[in-house]
């Protein structure tokens, strides 16, 4: 079973309108939870990385939450432009070994 | 340089062929990371480098695969007698000083390989 569980799979939307993905995992005890966006052929690059203390952070336009009680985290887009479409990804570092354990990754497709 | 490079960018091998797919980490980068992505997937933990040690290979899928970096810098992962289910993309990620606790792993483009 994925230690990091991502919603929606995939979503399409509006150039200019907002949205939220959301990360569940029950890797325990963690390090620190990192978003990664990943254009078409291209590697992974990191958005936003929380440690387990953190609330949220942001980076432009993208604003990562984590709730380390229920295990959750979501990453909000605002305004979103045609160059946002790409798969991102929600990564939690397990503590003790620094493994990274991935999630599949959530499919935005931003549509003029 | 100033990104992890790899290459080819793009192989196609017929079963059973040998491969090797090649990472530049970025200069001074200690800590050097595998992984292997398949369609619509995340990426999945291969193999990990502190300089020239592989301090763990647990994620290797088989005794097929293979990887090395024997001058703490560049690394080769050898995939031997390939197998279509070893159609993926290979990435690569290094990151300073160790480890991938809270430092930030640089990715490469990756590698992607086609087994026919």
Not at chain 1, 28 to 49: A, H
Not at chain 1, 56 to 83: E, V
Not at chain 2, 20 to 42: E, K, M, N, T
Request: charged fraction near 15%; charge should be positive.
């Amino acid at each position: 079973k994925n230690q990091v569980e991502q919603s929606p799979q995939s979503l399409i939307i509006l150039e200019g309108k907002n949205c939220t993905l959301q990360c569940n995992y029950t890797v325990s005890p963690f390090s620190n939870l990192r978003w990664y966006k990943q254009d078409t052929g291209r590697g992974p690059v990191s958005l936003t990385i929380m440690t387990f203390s953190e609330n949220t952070k942001s980076n432009g336009r993208y604003t990562a939450t984590l709730d380390a009680d229920t295990k959750q985290s979501s990453l909000h887009i605002t305004a979103s432009q045609l160059s946002d479409s790409a798969s991102y990804i929600c990564v939690v570092t397990l503590y003790g070994n620094n493994r990274l354990a991935f999630g599949k990754g959530n499919q935005v497709v931003v549509i003029p | 340089g100033a990104g992890v490079s790899q290459s080819p960018r793009y192989k196609v091998a017929k079963r059973g062929q040998d491969v090797a797919l090649r990472c530049d980490p970025i200069s001074g980068h200690v800590s050097l990371f595998w992984y292997q992505q398949a369609l619509g997937q995340g990426p999945e933990f291969l193999t990990y480098f502190q300089n020239e040690a592989q301090l763990d290979k647990s994620g290797l899928p088989s005794d097929r695969f293979f990887a090395e970096r024997p001058e703490g810098s560049v690394s080769t992962l050898k995939i031997q007698r390939t197998q279509q289910e070893d159609s993926a993309v290979y990435l690569c990620a290094s990151s300073w000083p160790r480890g991938s606790g809270a430092n930030v792993l640089t990715f490469g483009a990756g590698s992607r390989l086609t087994v026919l």
